[in-house]
């Protein structure tokens, strides 16, 4: 009985590993651009001066969302309202990622803070601001592990001075006078918002604008000693998003992960892991 449970098992892994599974591949001719200093623009991204059959017309996602421009030297993509735009710094094709930065930031001009909300929100579908990894080399293996890519970084509007640590003084880069928007702000604050909970907004302060930055795993929100130079040289280094979304070919491949073992991008359909979820529990 056990030896034909075994073989069903394995019959049913084959057949599932068949029809659900695959690694993700390029089927087009590759195209490399450059702009600036992305010097290795690529499948799936193209600029939009090169030609459309650089990128596969079988995937899922619009066009627009892998299409980058060329201003004034720079690489740029567009927002998800389809009007501004981020500066592109990097294209990591390793891990999957893309660095962004506001335009309106300047390195080295700690007063320069971005023009808008930066959120996930405001990228372009299919990016992201995570990234799943599967550990383990079996094919059944569960183990789903998800990253953060970037956090929000919260500019908070004070009336009176705080002291509490998770509160970072802007002062003296930024000049309250200059934020027209809110008249009562005397005080200029930024906290990271993955160590920041409702309970620390201090009742005089208000959230006046967010921000994105690159994730770090041993960031220590209890302890910072930080300045704000320090989280506006973050800011000039920009945020990370993850691209793999952008692999799929239709709205059916909805769960988008990397085989840690072998740094590959698997696309799952959903039925395929009720298949393996299935599996895996009669096994154990």
Known sequence: MEARNNLTLFILMIIITTIFHKTTHSTTSPCFSSCGNINNITFPFRLDTD???????GLYHSN????LSCKNNHTTILKNNGRSYYHVEAINYNNYTIRLVDPNLQKGNCSSIPTTYSSSNTLPSPFELQITFRKGERFWSTNFVTY???ERVLFLSCENKVYN???IDTT?????SNLSENPKTRFLYVAYASGFKYSDLVESCQIYQTALVSSKKDRNYTMMTMSYQDVHDEFSYGFEASWLRILQKNVEENFCYISESYNKVTIDSGLRRILILFVYDGET
């Open 148 to 150: 953060p890519t970037s």
């Open 64 to 67: 627009k969302a892998f299409v």
């Open 51 to 57: 030609s459309p059959s650089c990128v596969s017309t």
């Open 172 to 176: 003296p880069c930024i000049n309250t």
């Open 165 to 167: 640590s998770l509160y």
